[in-house]
């Protein structure tokens, strides 16, 4: 069943909705959503690095009881499987891309029998106002392309935000859209510089040659040799090209100009700067230590906005701050370290007992044991845990 004909299912209640107040002066009625930077193939590859990155997470509904372990139901198997259109990476993707052309991402929770979560799914709405009831709760009304709207409980809804400043419900500017003024310029910029080279080496190769005629003849003359010099050029297949005494062919020597790639690499990485990508991340030569300033600087900040937005919105709060249920966006994925790094983080883990089996082999690839073995932790028999330790040094008193 597809997410518009679960809304058609919801059953639209009578209440008299207001426009929401908002302590800002602008109506919370944002229609969505501004596209023109996105015609930049920069642009558009400076975001697919962000999203590419984000698609490594694993989303994990987690109990804080000291453990952190993950809590295997029914939340859990929407979080692997959000809905019967996407995987988790699809889910992700569709998120982060909606996020950064909209500075706003919906996600729309489905709730079964039971109080059971059936289903994830992300919306693309094309506007979205903000209402409220008589006893002041805030709901949000969304407008489709087909025209269909829907109003939901605004504390039913995922909402992420980003760059959230000026609008009191909505991230990015008043109108909750882009604020893609500044980015705008040296976009046009970097598009006014192809469009000059595509021209210059247009020009460049428009002529071809010169054809110096050493005697005086007048215009129409001159149109009519010049069309017998190029009806001589196609028909001739040889290469080789006759003329009389009274012509001389001047070829010209053509010395293309293009832009220096200071110049280049300068608009390319003020555009990328806007969106926290390094170039070396764009090209992928990066070092260990680019790659784990994008991450904190770009994608960390990301990972905690979307990991809080899902807690808030599928626990209540006796289920969040009473009992320590959370959604987190795990970064176990993303690699940092290098081989070296590996082996001695292995090396000082097991001698504490702070690595299993399981995780020892999957950070060298190999598959894991599962069941006693794979959980049970590696440990030198030269340490020992604090209350061990304190046992034997009592039994040595």
């Known amino acids: 069943m597809g997410i518009f004909s679960w809304l058609k299912k919801r059953k639209e209640s009578d209440t008299k909705y207001t426009n929401a107040q908002g302590l800002d002066i602008f109506a919370p009625f944002y229609s969505q959503f501004g596209s023109n930077i996105y015609a930049s193939d ?34 859990q198997k929407v979080l692997d499987n959000p809905n019967f259109l996407m995987t988790t990476s699809d889910f992700i993707e569709k998120i982060i891309w909606l996020l950064y052309f909209n500075y706003n991402a919906f996600v729309l929770p489905v709730w079964g029998s039971g109080n059971r979560l059936v289903s994830l799914f992300p919306l693309q709405p094309n506007t979205v106002s903000f209402l409220e009831d008589k006893s002041g709760q805030l709901f949000v009304q969304f407008t489709f392309n087909n025209l269909y709207q829907s109003t939901i409980k605004y504390s039913d809804i995922i909402h992420i935000r980003y760059n959230y400043s000026v609008s009191e419900f909505m991230g990015g500017n008043q109108n ?77 020597n053509r010395q293309v100009k293009l ?76 690699d940092f370290m290098t081989m070296n790094e590996k ?46 330790v304190k046992d034997i040094d009592k039994n040595k008193d």
């Open 176 to 252: 909750g859209q882009p604020d893609n003024t500044a980015l705008l310029k040296t976009l046009r910029m970097n598009e006014e510089l192809l469009n000059g080279l595509a021209k210059a080496m247009k020009g460049s190769y428009a002529i071809n040659g010169i054809v110096k005629y050493n005697t005086i003849i007048d215009g129409k003359k001159t149109e009519q040799a010049l069309a017998d010099l190029t009806k001589r050029l196609n028909e001739n297949e040889s290469g080789f090209m006759p003329l009389d005494l009274k012509g001389e062919f001047i070829p010209i």
């Open 42 to 75: 920069v642009v558009q590859q400076a975001i697919a690095c962000i999203v590419k990155e984000m698609k490594k997470l694993d989303i994990q509904h987690i109990r804080e009881s000291g453990t952190g372990d993950i809590a295997n139901d029914t939340i």
């Open 343 to 388: 082996i001695q983080f292995v090396t000082v883990a097991s001698n504490i007992g702070g690595i299993t089996i399981d995780e020892f082999r999957s950070m060298f690839g190999f598959r894991a044991f599962g069941g006693e073995l794979g959980e049970t932790p590696v440990m030198s028999k030269n340490y020992g845990d604090a209350g061990t």
């Open 259 to 334: 832009v220096d790639n200071d110049t280049l690499k300068f608009i390319d990485e003020k555009i990328l700067r806007h969106f926290g990508v390094p170039l070396p991340i764009l090209t992928g030569d990066y070092t260990k230590a680019q790659y784990e300033a994008f991450y904190q600087k770009t994608i960390e900040p990301l990972i905690v906005c979307i990991s809080q937005a899902f807690t808030k919105a599928l626990f209540s709060e006796r289920e969040a701050f009473g009992y320590g249920h959370k959604i987190i966006f795990s970064h176990k994925l993303l």
